[in-house]
């Protein structure tokens, strides 16, 4: 049986940390770290999401507004409130919830945060020095799986990697992590032939497909570090992630459960993230 990671325990004590040094720099130089945080439309795991971070936000002594716009807010009333938040001193770090609605485009949106401000990793420019090895700010999944994994004590260099997703919030970021701590990187997407004779090499296999418990053991090498990044919720209103949890922990040197692994991790990585700005910004 594998050793199950306590993801709350891990985002807790990395959000303990923040809130001392949070405390420090109010103390040293007068600075709170402020995050926005927009959301647009109704969406249901979004309000959920949003709310969790606000309430990180006041926990870590942070400033935290959010703005809740109405589904058929237009994008350039949208661009308009980035450009503000861009020059509102008082906020070091910008994120924009998603999904937004259909008549709104992403990559437009994001592209106006300034890229100091990006707590998120996923402006253009910060995506682009990922893949150079030096980005300002790296999205907050794949930074709480890579802490999770340095945590494991497991070294990467030489090691088999494999991500099963290739999402521009999870999985492609993932990948180029991994890579930049010389792993053998394979991403895996819904096209790939025989999926299972490549996720069944792999000494770190992460799952981030939102399809529920798709990882069964058969795709699973003996002793295999496994992280799930799905959450998904069955009819039953039981959620559960992309791996069948029960049986892959059988085999499994260490594995996320679903709730309680990745999914803390990426808000105390939000929090890190925003820290980080605070103390970099001018
Ligand atoms: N929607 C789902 N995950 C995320 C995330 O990490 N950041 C933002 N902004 N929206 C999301």
Partial sequence: MGIIIDGNKIAQEIRDSIRIEAATLKENKGIIPGLAVIMVGEDPASKVYVARKAKACMEAGFLSRQHK?????????????????????LIHGILVQLPLPKHISTDRVIAAIDPRKDVDGFHPYNIGSLLTGSPLFVPCTPRGIMEIISRTGISLPGKEAVVVGRSNIVGKPMALLLLAQHATVTICHSKTKDLA????????????????????????????????VGVNRLDNDKLVGDVAFAEVAKKASYITPVPGGVGPMTIAMLMKNTLDAATQLP
């Fill in 69 to 89: 716009l109405p589904a058929d807010t237009t994008e350039a009333s949208l661009l308009q409130l980035i450009n503000e938040l861009n020059a509102d001193s």
């Fill in 197 to 228: 004779a490549v996720t069944s090499r792999a000494d770190i296999l992460i799952a981030a497909v939102g399809k529920p418990q798709m990882i069964n053991a058969d795709m699973v090498k003996k002793g295999a570090v496994v992280i799930d």
